[in-house]
C-alpha cells in the first residue's frame, strides 16, 4: 500500500475497449490503490468515467477527462486541465493503442497513418507538453505502453502496429538520455499475449489466429507462451506500478517485457 503516495498520475487510454479489464483501467485503479490521485483520460468519456468512479467506490481519488490524445490541441487542454484539478503530474502512462491487420501490401496510407497517429504521436503529444511541467518540479516517470511486437513477429501480420511500437521503443530510449539530468525518467512496457478486451475486439485478430473463433484464439495464445496461459492487464499494471514508483528510480530507458517467456522462444 501507498507505493504512489502523494503522486498525481496521468494514465492516457484509462478506459477499456470492452467489459472486463484493459491494461489502462487495470493501471489507473493499481494507481490509485496505492495512493496516488489518477487523471483517467480517454476519448470515450464513458469508458474514462467507469474507471474514475471503479476508483472512487474504493474510496480513492481520480477524475474522469475526455481527449483524443492523437490531436495535440486536445493533448494541451489535457496537460491545463490537469494542472487546474491537482497542480502537478508526477506520472504519465500512455497507454493508448489500436492494432490494425495487414502487411505492407495490404494496408491503406490512411490505415498507415490512423494507426501511427494513435500509437505514436499521442505517446510524443503527451511527452511533449507533460516533460516540461515534471522538468519545473523537479522529475517524474513516464511509462511508454509498447508491445513485445515491436521487438518480434508474432506470427500475425499487423506491421502499422509492430512498427509504431518499435518506433515508440526507440523514442522512450532517445527521451530517458536527454531528460536524464533533469531526474525524469522514461520507461517502456513490452506486455505479451495478454487476455484483454482489446485482443477480443481488434478487427481481424481473433480471424488472424482462428478464423474469428475467439475462444480458440485464447488457447492458441496460451498454447504459445512457456507458462502455458496468457497474462493479464494487472500484470502490465503492476509492472507500470514498479515503474511509476520511487522502487525503480535508478532505471530509465528500459524495455520491460511482461510476456511469460513468450520472446525467449524461437516460434
Ligand atoms: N492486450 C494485449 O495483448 C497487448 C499486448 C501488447 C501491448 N498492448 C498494448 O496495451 C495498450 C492498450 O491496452 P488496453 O488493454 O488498455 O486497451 P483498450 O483498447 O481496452 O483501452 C485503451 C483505451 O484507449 C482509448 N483510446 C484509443 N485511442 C485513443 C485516443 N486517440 N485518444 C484517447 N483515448 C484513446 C480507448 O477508448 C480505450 O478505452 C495498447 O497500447 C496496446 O498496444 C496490449
Same mark, same amino acid.
Not at 483520460?41 to 477524475?63: C, H, L, P, Q
Not at 490541441?73 to 497507454?95: F, K, P, Q, T, W
Not at 502496429?161 to 532517445?174: D, L, P
Not at 475486439?201 to 485464447?218: I, K, Q, R, T
Given at each position: ?47 474514462? =468515467? ?76 503527451? %511527452? ?5 511541467? %515534471? ?36 523514442? *522512450? ?73 520511487? =522502487? ?14 513468450? *520472446?525467449?522462444?524461437?516460434?
Amino acid at each position: 500500500m501507498d507505493r504512489l503516495k502523494g503522486k498525481i498520475a496521468v494514465v492516457v487510454g484509462a478506459g477499456s475497449i470492452g467489459p472486463g479489464w484493459g491494461n489502462g483501467k487495470a493501471t489507473a485503479v493499481t494507481f490509485a490503490r496505492e495512493g496516488a490521485q489518477v487523471f483517467c483520460v480517454d476519448r470515450n468519456s464513458a469508458a474514462a =468515467e467507469e474507471t474514475m468512479k471503479i476508483i472512487a467506490s474504493e474510496g480513492g481519488n481520480a477524475t474522469a477527462f475526455t481527449a483524443d490524445v492523437s490531436r495535440g490541441a486536445e493533448v494541451e487542454a489535457m496537460v491545463e486541465a490537469c494542472l487546474s484539478s491537482y497542480g502537478r503530474i508526477d506520472v504519465l502512462d500512455n497507454n493508448v493503442g489500436i492494432a490494425e491487420m495487414g502487411s505492407v501490401v495490404e494496408i491503406s496510407e490512411a490505415e498507415w497513418d490512423r494507426v501511427f497517429a494513435v500509437n505514436l504521436k499521442s505517446a510524443f503529444l503527451a %511527452m511533449k507538453h507533460v516533460i516540461p511541467v %515534471m522538468a519545473r518540479q523537479g522529475g517524474g516517470s513516464i511509462i511508454n505502453i509498447s508491445s513485445i511486437a515491436s521487438i518480434r513477429h508474432l506470427g500475425i501480420s499487423y506491421v502499422t502496429y509492430a512498427s509504431s511500437k518499435a518506433a515508440m521503443n526507440q523514442m *522512450t530510449r532517445t527521451t530517458a538520455v536527454e531528460f536524464a539530468r533533469q531526474h525524469i525518467r522514461v520507461n517502456a512496457i513490452l506486455p505479451g499475449l495478454m487476455k484483454t478486451p482489446m485482443v477480443e475486439h481488434s478487427a481481424g485478430l481473433a480471424a488472424s489466429y482462428a478464423n474469428g473463433d475467439v475462444e480458440a484464439m485464447w488457447r492458441a495464445r496460451d498454447a504459445q507462451v512457456p507458462m502455458g496461459h496468457m497474462g493479464d492487464a494487472w500484470d502490465v499494471a503492476n509492472a507500470a506500478l514498479y515503474l511509476a514508483s520511487d =522502487e525503480s528510480r535508478y532505471i530509465t530507458g528500459i524495455e520491460l517485457v511482461v510476456d511469460g517467456g513468450v *520472446t525467449l522462444k524461437v516460434s
